[in-house]
């Protein structure tokens, strides 16, 4: 059944594309020569240009990169649908200033973002950003369509892995994130570290920015099919991975329906590993894995251990037929 739909859902993905890319064209076909948003120095939306590079050195050596490109959306002038509110992102991580989300925007009837981020910033004096205090992660994988969005401190944190989203890997590792704060470029990488293979996965995003523009033919240009393209990669890879004898796994709810649960419940305790060692720094207790300690204890929320509490960590539910 699975099969039949991702043909299905396939075949329809391209004949509305190829219709709504003939509407693009006719647009661009009878615009106007002067394009008032198209350039703007302040546009609400930042466009960068990179490569994404995935590299796994366990069970089997792989790894590819591809070009990409990424929007940096003022969500206080330019709300995207399917996406957290301004506000809300702000109520989440308790900031005042503004919050920018970095995501690949839909393209003629279709999305698929693997990863956006939202980076919510302090207050600061008029058109300043202030300081990037917290990011949430919003994390869809394919082709189930599920999503999770999570926070995490921007400079360096370890999250337990709270989402299924390569059949080549299992629900055990934990995610090591950072997210510089964007500027004229922009990085952000995760690794995965695991119990039994080690940090063995590594992906990471570099760009560059290009442009500004609030102009809404601009954005459907620019990102043309880019969006087909990321999922073309996704899949071709797959193949590449499954020719190479990686062991498929079937989705953790078949096996386990309290994952997500057990995913908190590590999270917590990974937390509170990292608080007890952050302490152990603070008062200067010097061993000979010094260096290591000063490594984990980067991955902290700034609190102490009396008052760690959960991290925030929200699921959407697969659609139908994936439900």
């Known amino acids: 059944m699975e099969a039949l739909y991702l043909l299905a859902s396939l075949a329809a993905t391209l004949v509305t594309s190829a219709f709504q890319s003939l509407l693009l064209f006719l ?169 039994t293979l080690g940090n063995y996965f590594t992906a990471a995003l570099h760009a560059k920015l290009v442009g500004q523009t609030s102009n809404s033919l601009r954005l459907a240009t620019f990102f043309w099919l880019m969006p087909h393209k990321v999922a073309a990669w996704i899949y071709w890879e797959a193949l590449r991975l499954w020719l190479k004898n990686v062991k498929f796994l079937d989705h953790p709810r078949y096996l386990n329906l309290n994952y997500r649960d057990e995913a908190l419940k590590r999270d917590l305790e990974l937390r509170s590993s990292c608080s007890f060692l952050r302490e152990q720094k603070a008062n200067n207790q010097r061993s000979s894995s010094t260096d290591e300690k000063s490594e984990i204890s980067d991955h902290l929320d700034n609190k102490g251990n009396e008052n760690l509490t959960r991290r925030w960590c929200v699921w959407r539910d697969a659609q139908w037929p994936w439900s």
């Open 27 to 195: 647009r661009l076909l009878f615009q106007h020569r002067h394009d008032s948003g198209g350039g703007c120095a302040d546009g609400a939306a930042r466009l960068y240009e990179g490569r994404v590079r995935h590299s796994r050195r366990r069970p089997a050596a792989h790894a590819f990169e591809y070009p990409v490109r990424y929007a940096l959306v003022d969500l206080d002038r330019l709300p995207l649908p399917d996406h957290l509110s301004a506000d809300d992102a702000r109520r989440i991580v308790s900031t005042s200033g503004p919050v920018r989300l970095l995501t690949i925007p839909k393209s003629v009837g279709y999305a698929q973002n693997p990863l956006s981020i939202y980076y919510c910033y302090d207050s600061a004096g008029q058109g300043q950003d202030g300081e990037l205090r917290m990011c949430i992660a919003e994390v869809t994988n394919t082709p189930w369509g599920e999503r999770v969005m999570f926070t995490f401190q921007p400079d360096s944190d370890l999250v337990a892995k709270p989402l299924h989203v390569s059949p080549f890997m299992d629900m055990l590792g934990n995610w090591s994130i950072r997210a510089d704060a964007p500027g004229d470029s922009l990085y952000v990488v995760i690794s995965v570290q695991h119990p």
